[in-house]
């Protein structure tokens, strides 16, 4: 299964570059794999691929950072309107009476059922909204026509 994080590597391959290589080797990088002939342009890189490498490292990291934990049910509780929760609480005691008991006890469960359900509805838009609207490849370095059926 190719997961985001080496989605985020394969990217990350295609972004890097490669130290500059001259034909004329008094041009090229002294990082690059032939160096340079000329003396003076010192060890350090100067085709500017390692400040861009830097760049593609720093992305990646931040995307490859884990995504952030949920709210708890008290979490998204304390995040209902103060009307639902008065709604909530009348629409148990409607419940309570319709099964024929005053009994608080049973109203206090009909609205513990109301709340699990208004925090699985909270639970399943956090979990739709973070899926990605377009699902990745599977395997985008091997991804051809013949894979995809079209041959
Ligand atoms: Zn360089």
Redo the contacts with the bound molecule.
Sequence with gaps: MTTTRDLIQQLAGLARRK??TCEDSWYS????ECGSANDNAGAE??????EHNAKVDAICAYLAQPEPEGPTDEEIMDLMPQLMHEDLASAARAMAAQAGTDNRNVAGMMRIILNHHAVDLARAVLARCGRPAVEPPINPAHNTAQDSGQL
């Design positions: 130290h500059y990088c002294p990082q690059s890189c100067d085709c500017g691929a390692d």
